[in-house]
Nanobody
Framework: QVQLVESGGGSVQSGGSLRLSCAASGYTYSNYYMGWFRQAPGKGREGVAAIDSDGETMYAGSVKGRFTISQDNAKNTLYLQMNSLKPEDTAMYYC???????????????WGQGTQVTVSS
């Protein structure tokens, strides 16, 4: 049974940092691309960052230079380091596993339940 479990969300002031983690199990981690997505109230799901098995990364323009996606293949764990957080980063953050290297949600098959990030001004 595939499981993706996010952790590390919370409340932080503008300019602060958070590190999200996503523990994956139930499938061969290295066979899938991994991504982080977010969804704010009343808005659609947005691709934030993605990483392939070789460590190549891609980012949404809104987070480039502030967020860093990484993974520990030995621990089957995905990370998202978020720095210089802004109120507009407030959203539920999801990790996902898929077989297309993309920031589009259509490329991902497995999803976690999400972790809330709230940034106050």
């Amino acid at each position: 049974q595939v499981q993706l479990v996010e952790s590390g969300g919370g409340s932080v002031q503008s300019g602060g940092s958070l590190r999200l983690s996503c523990a994956a199990s139930g499938y061969t981690y290295s066979n899938y691309y991994m991504g982080w997505f977010r969804q704010a109230p009343g808005k659609g799901r947005e691709g934030v960052a993605a990483i392939d098995s070789d460590g190549e990364t891609m980012y949404a323009g809104s987070v480039k230079g502030r967020f860093t996606i990484s993974q520990d293949n030995a621990k089957n764990t995905l990370y998202l380091q978020m720095n210089s957080l802004k109120p507009e980063d407030t959203a539920m953050y999801y990790c996902a596993a898929g077989q297309v290297y993309t920031l589009g949600s259509w490329g991902y098959r497995y999803w976690g339940q999400g972790t809330q990030v709230t940034v106050s001004s």
